[in-house]
């Protein structure tokens, strides 16, 4: 191959970087109070500007800077309440020092209240116009925030529902900036989910993920210190199936109304489901998110079972998915357990088909505790006797069966949601709530 094109190839695999036009548009020098009024819609019609920022320079020695703020003129303005929701169990220390983050927001804004569902019931129950702590049976994450949501409905409360896990760390510049975009969104934007960003705990610069797509995540490991990443994070590719996760994501209690209440799956992909249901396109801005630790730590056999099972099940309620993308994802899934001599994890996939084939009546009609536990208890004490490769077909051979009758599960999970979860009825028996409660 010649060397010409061997740089050819070589520019396709290794893209350049784009530069940055960096211009200060705008120089004043002053030595007392300053006011100025810009059109930002002329100025990145006219500058091709995407990213604006002030820079302030001190122009002599002992020079004090003693504040500034700015403020937006809007078409459109609305009242908003925002009620911030958190599911917990039994995590005391992370969640404690963030409602004591929390009381500060809530004290200078009344139109933000927090809501705890405690899933371990080890909190003493509060019922405060600021903080109300509700507890519940611990029927996992998607039990907590179905909970959540449901209380926030029923008590005409809020306009949005904010849900956040109880072990992040906030910023809370983020609830400023989500309360303001929210206030003044226009009409065609209203129905739509705001998904907060997820930075890693140990390396705070970093970004997990700004949005997702079903499979994949967006902005995943940029480096939000650089220019470049900061403006590729306002610019993210617009994906079929993408959703908010529920680490920071704010939905319109109207929407709520219309799309009924998340799937009983316990942990992993509700908050997947739930945006999908949606049908709308997810927001996101820079500035707005949490820090987390990455999902790796998190991760274990019971994890697997429930994010295995939960996302072949997305399959049926995802756009452009079907029977002939779902066999592939399943031995997609059995060749990464191959590769990682996974044995343990074949099994879970095993086990994940079967309960699978089972729909979400039968995966229902154990409580999510005691399902929970029994996963546990598999994983501990069942003998794993067989031979990897007879795991491997069997595997393979419940892969194919579920392939054969795919449109009688897809017919039977969409038909659950439909009739289910429209409404509070079927969430508040599992949940085992009296009606007046």
Known sequence: MKVGKIGKLLSKIIKPKPKIKEEVFLRIDCEDSFEYTLDLEELSYKQECT???????????????????????????????????ICTFKREKYLLPNLERLKTLTDRNPNINVMVIDNGQTLEEVNAPELQIIHNPNFGGSGGFARGIMEQVRQKRNTHILLMDDDVLLEMSSFDRLYAILRHLKPEHQKEFFAGAMMILDDPL???????????????????????????????????????????????????????YPLPVFIKCDDVEYSLRNNQDVMSMNGVGVWHESAEEKWNSVTDYFATRNYLMM????????????????????????????GVGMRMLELALKDLKTGLTGITSVKSDEQFAAIRKFVKEKPFDSTIIS??????????????????????????????????????????IDDES
């Not at 604006?52 to 122009?59: D, K, Q, T, Y």
């Not at 470049?228 to 993210?236: A, D, R």
């Open 51 to 85: 990213l604006m920022g002030i820079r302030i320079v001190a122009l002599s020695e002992g020079a004090i800077f003693h504040g500034g703020e700015y403020f937006g003129a809007f078409d459109t303005e609305r009242e908003v309440k925002v009620g911030i929701t």
């Open 206 to 260: 970093i970004q997990h993920e700004n949005t997702a797509y079903l499979g994949k995540s967006l902005g995943h490991e940029f480096n939000l210190k650089k220019k470049f990443y900061l403006l590729k994070n306002e610019k993210l590719p617009d994906k079929m199936n993408k959703y908010a996760a529920w680490w920071f994501c704010c939905i319109p209690v109207d929407v709520v109304k219309e799309i009924g």
């Open 315 to 342: 399959f049926h309620f995802a756009k452009g998915k079907g029977r002939f993308s779902f066999l592939k994802e399943c031995f997609l899934q059995i060749t990464k357990r191959i590769l990682r001599r996974d």
């Open 391 to 432: 795991v491997i077909i069997h595997d393979a051979f419940l892969s194919f069966i579920y392939f054969l009758r795919y449109g009688h599960y897809d017919k039977e999970y969409k038909s659950f949601r439909k009739e289910k979860l429209s409404d509070q009825r079927f969430w508040r028996s599992f949940l085992g």
